[in-house]
Nanobody, 114 residues
Framework: QVQLLESGGGLVQPGGSLKLSCVAS????????MGWYRQAPGKERERVAG???????NYADSVKGRFTISRDNAKNTVYLQMNSLEPKDTAVYYC????????WGQGTQVTVSS
């Protein structure tokens, strides 16, 4: 069973930056499209960014130009660089495959507040 471990969240002021990391166990990471997702209180989980095995990326309109997803296959890790953070970005952030096929990890809390 693949395990996902997210980290890097925290409390940041509006306009600030954070970089999230997600380490995935297992040997198929390098050929698996991955994504970052978030869930705010009282809202559905939504995908904010995706990256294919080949490194092509896509973003939700709400984060385009502010967030950057990347991956390091040697470390089985996917990253999410978040800049120009806004209070509406407050949520628990998760990673998973593009098909959401792994069991969800615990996520990492991001709180944007002054």
């Amino acid at each position: 069973q693949v395990q996902l471990l997210e980290s890097g969240g925290g409390l940041v002021q509006p306009g600030g930056s954070l970089k999230l990391s997600c380490v995935a166990s297992g040997t198929l990471f390098r050929i698996t499209a991955m994504g970052w997702y978030r869930q705010a209180p009282g809202k559905e989980r939504e995908r904010v960014a995706g990256i294919t095995a080949g490194g092509n990326t896509n973003y939700a309109d709400s984060v385009k130009g502010r967030f950057t997803i990347s991956r390091d296959n040697a470390k089985n890790t996917v990253y999410l660089q978040m800049n120009s953070l806004e209070p509406k970005d407050t949520a628990v952030y998760y990673c998973n495959t593009a098909a959401m096929s792994y069991r969800w990890g615990q996520g990492t809390q991001v709180t944007v507040s002054s």
